[in-house]
């Protein structure tokens, strides 16, 4: 079957790094993405990662390694408004997107 | 965990006909349901809220009398895509709200011809 996974809940601290990990097993890949999701709110894109590596877009980025069926964000410099939830989606070789639960992120000062 | 699934998956339209997306919650009931654009490898565009008995809530810039939503009940909503154009042709994405928690569908890949 089809499986995303990410951790349901992590703490962290303002003003510093943190790091959601995604794990997934689809059937085929075109592209893997984070969103950020404030309660109450739609989803805003954070990043679309298709190639193997790092891509950086001012305090987060994002990894990807496909032979690992792996990814994850990376935020820096952590504000309290970063306290969200992120979704991990993988779109599969059918173009259906495969989502993951979400982990939901908790800033303390 | 809750599922909610869409159907079609892949729909292919003439122009000037109607389409139908259903998207269901498999396990659990949802008293809202929301539908979404997917622009390619971007955003999520919130197009309208949807509750269970009631008329859906467009968000600015969304034609009602185009995008004609209908949740019936508290396990379906559909989303009909009237006088389909080719500008229409996109990645249409649906979620149910259970409790505070949102759970996303599959998406229907719509292409107008």
């Known amino acids: 079957g089809q499986n995303i996974d990410q951790p349901t809940e992590m703490t962290a601290t303002e003003g510093a790094i943190v790091q959601i990990n995604c794990t997934y097993q689809?059937?085929?890949?075109?592209?893997l993405f984070w969103y950020q999701q404030h309660a109450g709110e739609a989803p805003t894109f954070l990043s679309y990662?298709?190639l193997d590596g790092l891509e950086e877009k001012g305090r987060f980025s994002s990894f990807l390694s496909r032979s690992k069926g792996y990814s994850y964000l990376l935020l820096k410099e952590l504000q309290m408004k970063d306290s969200a939830s992120y979704l991990c989606?993988?779109?599969?070789?059918?173009?259906?997107?495969?989502w993951g639960a979400g982990t939901k992120l908790i800033i303390k000062p | 965990g809750a599922v909610v699934s869409q159907h079609p998956s892949w729909v292919i339209c003439k122009s000037g006909t109607s389409v139908k997306i259903e998207c269901r919650s498999l396990?659990?009931?949802?008293?809202?349901m929301f539908w979404y654009r997917q622009f390619p490898k971007q955003s999520l565009m919130l197009m309208a809220t949807?509750?269970?008995?009631?008329?859906?809530?467009?968000e600015q810039g969304v034609e009602k009398d185009k995008f004609l939503i209908n949740h019936a009940s508290l396990t379906l909503s559909t989303l009909t895509v009237t006088s389909a154009h080719p500008e229409d042709s996109s990645f249409y994405i649906c979620?149910?709200?259970?409790?505070?928690?949102?759970?996303f569908g599959p998406g229907t890949r719509l292409t107008v011809t």
């Open positions: 979620s149910a709200s259970e409790d505070d928690e949102q759970y």
């Open positions: 396990d659990f009931q949802a008293t809202t």
């Open positions: 949807s509750n269970e008995g009631s008329k859906a809530t467009y």
């Open positions: 689809t059937s085929g890949f075109n592209g």
């Open positions: 990662n298709v």
């Open positions: 989606a993988v779109m599969d070789s059918n173009y259906q997107l495969i």
